[in-house]
């Protein structure tokens, strides 16, 4: 079983930054891929970023430049630093990790943080 732990969230003015963080304890696959999803109201999950073990990353085109993602493997802990933050990147955002062998969505997942921008 695993279990992910997410935290970070909160209220932020437009253009200001946070960092959200993803930790993960207990049977992790030796070789996942970590990805942060966000879902707005309203609106389907979305895939925001990914990470895998290797460090190989990707991003939706929209946060490309304003978002980073990392992990520390010795901590088990993924981040996603968020800066210029616009009111749409507005949601509650979770993370996922899965087997590199499975598909996107796949896999466990937090309880999510909320994100709020404020324009």
């Known amino acids: 079983q695993v279990q992910l732990v997410e935290s970070g969230g909160g209220l932020v003015q437009a253009g200001g930054s946070l960092r959200l963080s993803c930790a993960a304890s207990?049977?992790?696959?030796?070789?996942?891929?970590i990805g942060w999803y966000r879902q707005a109201p309203g609106k389907q999950r979305e895939l925001v970023a990914a990470?895998?073990?290797?460090?190989?990353?990707s991003y939706r085109d929209s946060v490309k430049g304003r978002f980073t993602i990392s992990r520390d493997n010795a901590k088990n802990t993924v981040y996603l630093q968020m800066n210029s933050l616009k009111p749409e990147d507005t949601a509650v955002y979770y993370c996922?990790?899965?087997?590199?062998?499975?598909?996107?969505?796949?896999?466990?997942w937090g309880q999510g943080t909320q994100v709020t921008v404020s324009s």
């Open positions: 990470i895998t073990t290797g460090g190989s990353t």
């Open positions: 207990g049977s992790t696959f030796s070789i996942n891929v």
């Open positions: 996922n990790l899965r087997s590199v062998r499975t598909s996107p969505g796949d896999g466990y």
